[in-house]
């Protein structure tokens, strides 16, 4: 088992972590996807994203930000060449849904690695790419809907329950940017 090292690299704000071995650093996504399949299209740079919008926790977005990262920091370590226009990493998107900060975290992951170290990466609709499943599909630098795929974007949902009038404003406030945000985008 390699030793975790941290090299800074010439990008803004990121270190790289030189690990052959995710799972010791996180030891929760291995119970999220550990099939060998899932573990063995991940090696080739194929992801799936499929959430439910009761995925309260993002276990999903999460699991692609972290496999995305994965790829991303090993394929110089051993050769292997994912990433670029000719081996593209390929995220497969069939969600409902989940929490808009994990889905904005993971489109702005794509979003650095694309601006800042050119990865190359197709986002492919199967089934239901909805709210931000359709976000993250739109971060692909090639994106592709199948034929019977349904897609769907919609405004920040907000829900008020039992708060003062002040705090109701201040949450409104922010879903006004947050929803301003994901219209630029």
Known sequence: ?????????????ISRINCSDYSRLNPDIRSIRNSDTDIYLARCGILYLESLPTDANGESFNYVKHELTRIFNTRN???NSLGIEESPIVIYINSLGGPV??????YDQIMYLRKYYGLYLHTIAQ?????GGALILQAGT??????NSILMIHGV????????????EIDLEANKKMNANLIKI
Do not use: H, V, W
């Open 157 to 168: 949902q907000a829900e008020y329950g039992g708060g003062t009038l002040k705090e109701a």
């Open 127 to 131: 089934g239901f790419a909805m709210s």
């Open 77 to 79: 370590e051993d050769g």
């Open 1 to 13: 088992m390699k030793n975790l090292s941290r090299s800074k690299t010439s990008s803004p704000g």
């Open 101 to 106: 900060n994990d889905a904005i975290a993971l």
């Open 142 to 147: 090639k994106r592709y809907a199948t034929s």
